[in-house]
Every structure is written in structure tokens, then in C-alpha cells.
């Protein structure tokens, strides 16, 4: 089956927050011979990652197509993130849509002002867990790498990242399938990707 996977991008975003899990996907994709990845911003102009690079978003919320999965990645301006009302809205507005609504790092802070993390379990970067650790019902696990609950995925920081995606394209897939992206990207996590659901 063929996924578009829908990746948030926005300035001062963390670059290996999104650019890992998109090569996860893109490889998914390219071994099924179908789907595609795509980025997403408020607007069509270039944004700025936290490391200087430059990214042009293949669509804004105006014109973006429907997507099946939506990655929410983090970033270290958080406070600015958050005072993104129209990007607070369109998390808002995808999750009942899509398959499922993932977050990487602090993105998770943008799921929970949305309100999708409420009654929850979720994860979060550890130098944010206090502040996710405020809204009472989080259900806070910050051991876990990542975290499902229903069709909501939350994870820590940059690897976990990938580690997310994989169990991911597991899920959409198969753990074969998964373990495959995985010898491709080379990515060899310790403990390895061993998910068998």
C-alpha cells in the first residue's frame, strides 16, 4: 500500500529531527516502488534550520495534499514554535485524518498545545521532559525512546527519532520490511530494531 508521509518544517527546526525520519520513509518508499515524502510549512518560503541550512517546503497548509502520516520534529526556539496558531491548528486539524501524528524531540510540546496529548502517554528530549511533566494529563514516560498511544507517536531526540520511524514503516509494513530500511540506511542502534508487531 502507498503512504505520503507529511513532514512539518518551519524556521529554526532541528534538521536531523526531520531528516532522519525522512530518509527512513524515503527508503520505506522506494523499496515498495511507490508513496512519496513531503515537507510542509506555513508558508512557501525557504526556512532556516537551527544549523544554518536552508530548506524549500514542497507545500504550505493551503495546498498541501492529504497525507497519511504527519511528523512534527523538534527545535531548540520552542517558545516560538508554539506561538505558531496556524501551525497549532493544522496539527489540530490532521490528527483525526491521518493514519498517524508523530513527533520528534520537542515537537511532542506542539502535540500537547494542540491537545492531542491529553489523557496520553507520551515522550519527549530530556532537557523538556519538566516542562511537558506540567500538563497532568500527560502520562509521561521519559525512559521510553518513543511512545504510542492510538495512532499518536511521541520520541525523544534525533535517533530516537529514526528509531520511531522504523517501528513506523514496521507497522505500515512489516518488521521484515523495516529491518530492510534499516541495513540500507546502515543505521545500527544499540539495542538493534528487533519490534515484531
Known sequence: ????????????????????????????????????VVTIAASAEPITCLSGMRVIPDYTFDDAPAVDVVLVPGTEGIHELLAMDNAIAWVKSKAEQVKYMTAV?????????????????ATTHWMLVEELAKDSSVELMSDMRYVRDGNI???????AGIDMSLWLVGQLHSPAHAREVRKILQYDPAPPYTAEV
Do not use: H, W
Not at 17 to 35: A, H, M, Q, R
Not at 105 to 118: D, E, H, R, V
Open 105 to 121: 524531540c520537542t515537537g511532542a510540546l506542539l502535540l500537547q498545545k494542540a491537545g492531542l496529548l491529553a489523557n496520553r502517554k
Open 1 to 36: 500500500m502507498s503512504y505520503t508521509y507529511g513532514i512539518f518544517i518551519y524556521d529554526k527546526v532541528a534538521a536531523l529531527d526531520f531528516v532522519g525520519p525522512s530518509e527512513t520513509f524515503t527508503v520505506s518508499n522506494y523499496l515498495k516502488g511507490e508513496g512519496r
Open 153 to 159: 507517536i511521541t520520541s525523544q531526540g534525533i535517533s
